[in-house]
């Protein structure tokens, strides 16, 4: 499946931003719901998980620092996902990833993630 983001920019701190992905191209012959996620790095560390949808139930996961500021909505059942980040913080900097997995459940090791979008950039300003 191909995965492609939009949606980043610079926003000063506090303020909102929403990142979507779209998906394309699935193989036939993978399962038509999947799970579908973002996540974020920075220079120099590890990729790490934000949220994520399950495409087993619809259930919905999200880091510690996102429960209360980020909600995704979406899913494979419209080809899409998107991430409505509010009271951003200059931490939040970083470059947003999309990423879709067919098997088994959601899990937070980018890892065991196989497709992956080019990522946006997401700039929050002090």
């Known amino acids: 499946v191909q995965l492609v983001e939009t949606g980043g920019g610079l926003v000063q701190a506090g303020g909102s931003l929403t990142l979507s992905c779209t998906a394309s191209?699935?193989?036939?012959?993978?399962?038509?719901?999947?799970?579908m996620g973002w996540f974020r790095q920075v220079p120099g560390k590890e990729r790490e998980f934000v949220a994520a949808?399950?495409?087993?139930?619809?259930?919905?996961d999200y880091a510690d620092f996102a429960k209360d500021r980020f909600i995704l909505t979406g899913g494979s059942a419209e080809s899409a996902v998107h991430l409505l980040m509010n009271a951003l913080l200059p931490e939040d900097t970083a470059v947003y990833y999309c990423?879709?997995?067919?098997?088994?459940?959601?899990?937070?090791?980018?890892?065991?993630?196989?497709?992956w979008g080019r990522g946006t950039q997401v700039t929050v300003s002090s």
């Open positions: 990423a879709a997995k067919f098997s088994n459940n959601v899990v937070f090791s980018p890892h065991l993630w196989p497709s």
């Open positions: 191209d699935r193989d036939e012959r993978m399962p038509s719901r999947y799970n």
């Open positions: 949808i399950s495409g087993t139930d619809g259930s919905i």
